[in-house]
């Protein structure tokens, strides 16, 4: 009598266990979701990328595999910069270049195997163009590279692919 009694009350304790042990996991897994997003929308305010390195990947790629090309032929750009509240018009007079990744797969389709990307220079043009008149004079003087990567982004969007790398300023004047 004693065994059955025995047994009975290690099935209830299974039986307890494994209520208690669903009861958690139904409560915890949901919980854990909205963490997971709350991260995600926290990472996205500040500009956070969840993948380890830079958001263009030019960390990953060698110096001998990038190809420089002169945003606009190689001219300087003006560009008017966003009201600073001083009440003077400011402007950015920039020479611009874009380092692209040969090894990059999309280099061959959007720069024809050259990394000429001519074609659609205006578009390129436009896109800086859009990025730094948001801008104040403050903001391309003190937050430079910051400036770089919000443009690099914007391009990286254009084209949906990372072979564009890396902004460079070949020049830089505000005025």
Do not use: W
Request: charged residues 20%; negative net charge.
């Amino acid at each position: 009598m004693k065994k059955n009694l025995i047994t009975v009350i290690i099935l209830a304790l299974v039986v307890v266990n494994l209520v208690l042990t669903a009861v958690l996991t139904i409560t915890i897994v949901p919980e854990t979701k909205k963490a997971n997003e709350l991260i995600t929308k926290v990472c996205s305010a500040i500009d956070l990328d969840l993948v380890a390195g830079d958001t263009a990947g030019s960390l990953a790629v060698n110096v001998a595999d990038m190809v420089d090309y002169a945003v606009n032929g190689g001219e300087t750009m003006t560009i008017n910069l966003a009201d600073s509240g001083d009440g003077n018009l400011h402007y950015a007079v920039l020479g611009i270049s874009l380092s692209l990744d040969s090894t990059n797969e999309d280099y061959a389709t959007f720069g024809g195997g050259t990394g000429d990307l001519t074609t659609s220079d205006n578009i390129i043009c436009d896109t800086i163009k859009t990025v730094i008149a948001s801008h104040t004079i403050d903001d391309m003087r003190n937050n430079e590279d910051q400036v770089k990567e919000e443009i690099l982004e914007a391009l990286q969007g254009l084209y949906k692919s990372a072979f564009i790398v890396r902004v460079n300023f070949s020049s830089a004047t505000y005025q």
